[in-house]
């Protein structure tokens, strides 16, 4: 997910933007600015993380289309950020000045939802919204026995392929169906390499994500459970074939770009237009930045990730819809998360984001299943997409950012080798995670 990529700037400066973006929030809270006003006008505050202009379009048009038809219920849409969407939220839960319906990823809501700052939904929301997203997207949202968010878009990972490259070599092309085991890919890298060119780039300036969510097709999980449900890590063969692969592409095969380990997935674009790169891994959703950057007559197609033991499966933290625990109107924040997600509204927001819906129906639309822009590749990877594995390890942010960040970076450049980083990551990660157990 892009959310991974743009949480990694400083602490100090992600507090003090933070701080900036929670000005507007305390200042929307002034008088009644989420409660009732005199004429018994509820006023919710809505804070979304939409970015991009198509999604920002979509989501402030469904809140416009919600005013219009509830006059008792008023929503007012309030501009988060990626960036600092953490630090802010955490500064204002408690300062007592959460928006009531909070816009997030699974992935950040944990600490959250152990922590008490977030209403358990699961008698607040209607059966038809529960039964729209299968079981697998609820898990991602699920903290013991509650359920903190509505998990609504989801991004798979693809292989972005230069289809001129990949045609001209010969290369088997893989499908959902028929994709490319891990080896095979690894093998059609280097046939792909050669006079200036990568058969890959790997945009790894956050890999901790990427890593343990692709290591699921190979029935990696890293995170386990000991009797007492304490999660703890441990470094299994299947863990180890997605690292495996990527150190070989760059430190053996020299068929993966060792300059785009430091990258994010937008900074190797150029290169990939300009045909240094054969394949790109991305998130589904820079689709949209291919199709707005990509020079005149530029051929491209998505491709399934590689397969190993565990098939096409892979991890994901879908986008969330919440309500803070202290909000004074959480029945009616629930139902404008269920109005903001049917189905058909569920389409217009996937489609402004270029991700897929959670829900069953959603996913049904034809306009999702279509070749061009590789829609349909997303949609059959859609069945194979599980609760990412760090979803509800308490410590897991400070594991990644302490831990595990660093010791895959430095693997991924050949500066230390599989002992080494399976004992930093087990090690030095369950000394992380003891803390969060007391």
């Known amino acids: ?142 903290f013991g026995k509650g359920v903190y968010g509505v998990p609504f878009l989801q991004e798979p990972r693809v292989l972005i392929a230069n289809t001129k490259i990949l045609k001209a070599s010969g290369v088997r092309m893989p499908t959902p169906e028929h994709p490319w085991a891990w080896s095979e890919f690894r093998q059609v890298a280097k046939e792909l390499s050669g006079n200036g060119r990568y058969g890959v780039a790997w945009p790894l300036k956050e890999p901790v994500s990427v890593t343990l969510n692709l290591a699921l097709s190979a029935g990696g999980r890293l995170f386990t459970r000991d009797g007492e449900g304490r999660a703890k890590v441990e470094f299994t063969a299947g863990d180890a074939v997605v690292p495996d692969t990527v150190n070989a592409q760059v430190n053996t095969d020299r068929s993966a770009a060792r300059t785009t380990l430091g990258m994010g997935g937008s900074d190797t674009l150029p290169g990939f237009f300009a045909g240094k790169y054969a394949m790109v891994p991305l998130g589904f959703s820079y689709r949209q930045q291919i199709v707005q950057q990509a020079p005149p007559g530029f051929a491209w197609t998505v491709l399934p990730a590689p397969a190993g033991s565990a098939g096409l499966d892979q991890g994901v933290s879908p986008q969330t819809l919440s309500v803070a625990q202290d909000s004074r109107h959480k029945k009616e924040a629930a139902e404008f998360i269920d109005f903001l997600l049917s189905p058909a509204h569920m389409v217009r927001l996937a489609k402004g984001d270029w991700m897929l819906p959670t829900g069953t129906d959603a996913l049904k639309d034809p306009s999702l299943h279509t070749v061009e822009d590789g829609w349909a590749t997303g949609a059959a990877l859609a069945p194979h997409l599980r609760s990412a594995p760090a979803q509800s390890v308490r410590g897991y942010p400070e594991w990644k950012d302490k831990v595990a960040t660093p010791a895959l970076q430095e693997y991924y450049s050949g500066a230390i080798d599989t002992a080494e980083l399976k004992k930093r990551l087990v090690e030095d990660g369950n000394r992380v995670l003891a803390r969060y157990r007391r």
């Open 1 to 142: 997910m892009r959310n991974g990529e743009q949480r990694s700037r400083s602490a100090l400066l992600r507090v003090a933007a933070a701080l900036a973006l929670l000005l507007p929030l305390l200042a929307g809270c002034s008088g009644n600015g989420s409660g009732s006003d005199a004429h018994g006008v509820i006023t919710l505050r809505f804070q979304s993380l939409a970015w991009q202009k198509e999604s920002v379009d979509a989501t402030k048009t469904l809140v416009e289309e919600w005013n219009a038809t509830h006059p008792a219920v008023q929503v007012q849409y309030v501009q988060g950020s990626w960036d600092t969407v953490h630090d802010q939220l955490l500064t204002a839960f408690e300062g007592g000045e959460a928006p009531d319906v909070i816009h997030d990823a699974s992935d950040d809501l944990a600490d959250f939802a152990y922590g008490g700052y977030l209403a358990d939904l699961s008698g607040s929301l209607p059966e038809r919204l529960k039964d729209a997203i299968p079981a697998r997207s609820w898990q991602t949202t699920t």
